[in-house]
């Protein structure tokens, strides 16, 4: 059984049957009670579960991540949602230097079994600082695991196993795909690993690997340079940024042999710079063009009306498959 | 569902009244002596700077609700606490707003055209005038508190006779930067003023699930700096705190934090529902009603014989053709190209910019379709 939701959807319900599963399981954060959040992604949860469990906090993210902290070590298992990523920084030092390093520190005496819920990207035509794609970040911090959903049936698997995961986890929820479509949702209870990507489309002549909001992109892509070359593009979705799926990548390029990353994040130590060294080691001998970045700027991202010219399009996806096939 | 039933609100309620500073009461009387120090003209000014910036902010939700700019956080409510402070302030003192103070930044100087601009997404919509000191609105809570202790720092260091207000919310007092940002102005007796308005709300949590302290300005204590709470809508009592303060200041007494207490009657951002959250036309036909801050001016200018209704209406007409004119002025303005978001991201630019820069110029010539 299931039904058709949308991610927002798709998240709440998640959240919704583990606090309803596991009584350990509590919500922290600005504006998610009462007001059921700026997004509504915790709607209806506060009025079921009481302000104990799901908990308007005041506005001090270093203050709800360092407190979250000290529950998960005293054996909650805290889910903090933080407005907007570009809000996090306030609370980036708890993240880096206590969260991710804990059980490092204690040579695995104590973890801290947290998940760290945020809206990210552009595409929304938010205020400034309201749309950064700054992933790289907590991919560059060993101990936190970073996890980017594309659609409603993984974000669902993916936070349940985020949850449940013994590590802290950045769980980036991309904004513009919020409400962007409906898909069909279990009911259970069900999980996706972290640290799995996924084929969504098989193909021969090239991978694009992509996350989040764009994927989207990457697949209609791929879908118009079909109908327009016949080139079969293979598409995969990385879904977990850190630590990545090396074996989906590196199996896909023994495959196509050419590779084309795609992400909205800044270009210049983005995670597509990590995704081609990746390549390099493994699969060198494999290619036949070099590999193809196509990403955000490396310029802070815009006010909204031009952010559009900020973000990678269907047009520069294309350009870049069409210049990795016939280099 | 939980709500706030008491439109006063406890942080804004009965038993803390006796703490805070009143001049002029709700029926527009003068309660406490103002020496001689708010002359007619001045009472003007404020009126009229109100007055602008009530038009100023329903007009800005109008165009919001037409489509013809984005996201908006309004005011409307706040102004005196807004006008007071800015005209206490002199031309070249340092201002950093967050983004509801633009009404502060445009009686400091900001131009009504610029306002205009940053709400409709122009990349030059957070430009200041030449020689002005505003900064740009600070989005993230709290952080620029930190900045006015360092101007403030860098002027007490120079002899320069500037002082600097940060403005923020009573969310705002809950952040390590606002704590920081006072500690380090005790330490270093920066002439800097915190100025908060205290609306009662960050978004939809109320001042006492917030915090448990009674009062902000009680926290001034433990800075052993100078704290006051004033009535935020009583704009002869913010002024005369403010010109306190930057007397304070200027004189060597170091910093002060000031409790405003105000309500903003609308929602938190024009993309914000409060009806979710507190009886939204209960509170603000309350504060409406009680505690208005151009009513009660205006009552104590109408007995005084300073204005009339027909100042007013004139007045409003002539605000209204220059909010248009602004207006016209910002739709006019040359649209933000897109690649115009590789300039000033350094000073001198890098290869890697102008590479990315030609690279949006051919997207943008070949007309690639979004
Ligand atoms: C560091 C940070 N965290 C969260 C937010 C999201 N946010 C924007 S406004 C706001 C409430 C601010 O309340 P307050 O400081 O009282 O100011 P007000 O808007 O009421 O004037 C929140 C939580 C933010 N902008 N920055």
Redesign the interface.
Known sequence: MGKSVTMLQAITEAMDQKLDHDERVMILGEDIGVNGGVFRSTEGLYEKYGRDRVVDTPLAEAGIIGSAIGLSLNGMVPIVEIQFLAFIYPGFEQLVSHAARMRYRTRGQFGVPLVIRTPYGAGIRGPELHSESVETFFAHTPGLKVVAPSNPYDAKGLLISAIEDPDPVIFLEPTKLYRAFKEEVPDEMYRIPIGQAKVVQEGSDLTIFAWGAMLREALNAAKKIEKEKGWKCEVVDLRTLYPLDRDTIVQSIKKTGRALIVHEAHKTAGLGAEIISIINDEALIYLKAPIKRVTGFDVPVPPFSIEDHYLPTVERVKQGIVETISF | ???TGNPIMKAHSNGDEPDMYHVLNPDGEIIESIDGKIDKSLMLKMYESMLLLRTFDRKSVNLQRQGRM??YAPFEGQEAAQVGSALALSAGDWMFPT?RDHGAAIIHGQELYRVFLYW????D?SVCPEGKRILPPS?????QMVHAVGTAWASKLKGEENVSIAYFGD??T????FHEALNFAGVYKTPTIFFCQNNGY????PFE???SSKTISQRAAAYDIHGVRVDGNDIFAVWLTVREAVERALSGQGPTLIEAITFRYGAHTT??NPN??RNQDEVSTFWRENRDPLTRLKKFLHREGHWNEEQEDKTIKQFNELIDTHLQKAEAYP????V???DH?YAGGSW??KE?QQE?KQ??KKG???
């Open positions: 569902m939980e709500k984005g996201t983004y409709m997404a122009h990349l919509g989005v993230p809570i709290a952080t969310g705002a809950s952040e390590g930067d960050a978004i939809s949590v699930k917030q915090s993309a914000d979710i959250y649209k933000s190209s897109p115009e978001m590789f991201v890697h910019l990315q949006l997207i943008l690639v379709k979004k």
